[in-house]
């Protein structure tokens, strides 16, 4: 267990539903990270937060998914009509901004979209 | 463009051998490279890192090697147990981490 918690662990959906993801990250980790993760594949990072500043958003991600921080602690990840290329499992991870490589990851929230 | 990827998909080793793990990446501007290791049904688990200024940095049996020169990123893994068969990514860092595909590691007893 790294301390970081996901849920809910596994959601499957009907294309054109809206899903929401949540992450509380490690108390004192002012990072938190969103990424992708699809079968035999590395993670693809989507986006992250320093304290509640969303500072990087990445440009393959679409407009249908947005995330959020608001206290600078839990996260939410939301997905907007779902499409079944959405389908993946979505991982975040928080560290320290002086922590450059050492994520702690969650265990990852697996979704699938019928 | 930024990229990083892995040589072989699958390498099986015979418990008690080394195993090394190779990672090609193109983005020299990374700050550090780091080795990550997943388990089935689980995230990814922090290894080791590396500075782009060193070329060398042993950890608890393992040891990344970097050469700058081929960008070109190595895990070795010294007297590999059953416990080290997973998945291995390497990963650039600069801000984000940018994984690789993977390599799976399979550990014959």
């Known amino acids: 267990d790294t301390g970081v918690s996901q849920d809910p662990r596994h959601k499957i959906t009907k294309r054109g539903q809206n899903v929401t993801f949540r992450c509380d990250p490690i108390?004192?980790?002012?990072?938190l990270y969103w990424y992708r993760q699809t079968l035999g594949q590395g993670p693809e990072f989507l986006t992250y937060?320093?304290?509640?500043?969303?500072?990087?958003k990445s440009r393959l991600l679409s407009d249908r998914f947005s995330a959020e921080r608001p206290k600078g602690s839990f996260s939410t990840l939301e997905i907007q009509r779902t499409e079944q290329g959405d389908s993946a499992m979505y991982l975040c991870?928080?560290?320290?901004?002086?922590?450059?490589?050492?994520?702690?990851f969650g265990e990852g929230s697996r979704l699938t979209v019928l | 463009g930024e990229s990083v990827g892995l040589h072989l998909p699958t390498l099986s080793v015979q418990e008690g051998d080394n195993s090394i793990i190779n990672c090609a990446y193109s983005?020299?501007?990374?700050?550090?490279f780091i080795w990550y290791k997943q388990e089935s049904g689980k995230g990814p688990q922090f290894i080791i890192d590396i500075r782009s200024n060193m070329d060398k940095r042993q950890g608890q049996r393992v040891t990344v090697l970097l050469n700058k020169t081929v960008k070109h990123l190595s895990l070795q893994i010294a007297a590999t147990q059953p416990g080290d068969s997973a998945v291995y990514f390497c990963?650039?860092?600069?801000?984000?981490?940018?994984f690789g595909g993977g390599t799976r590691v399979l550990v014959k007893p």
């Open positions: 991870a928080s560290s320290l901004d002086t922590a450059f490589g050492e994520l702690f």
């Open positions: 108390s004192e980790h002012n990072r």
């Open positions: 983005n020299s501007a990374s700050d550090y």
């Open positions: 990963a650039e860092s600069k801000d984000k981490l940018t």
């Open positions: 937060f320093q304290n509640e500043a969303q500072l990087e």
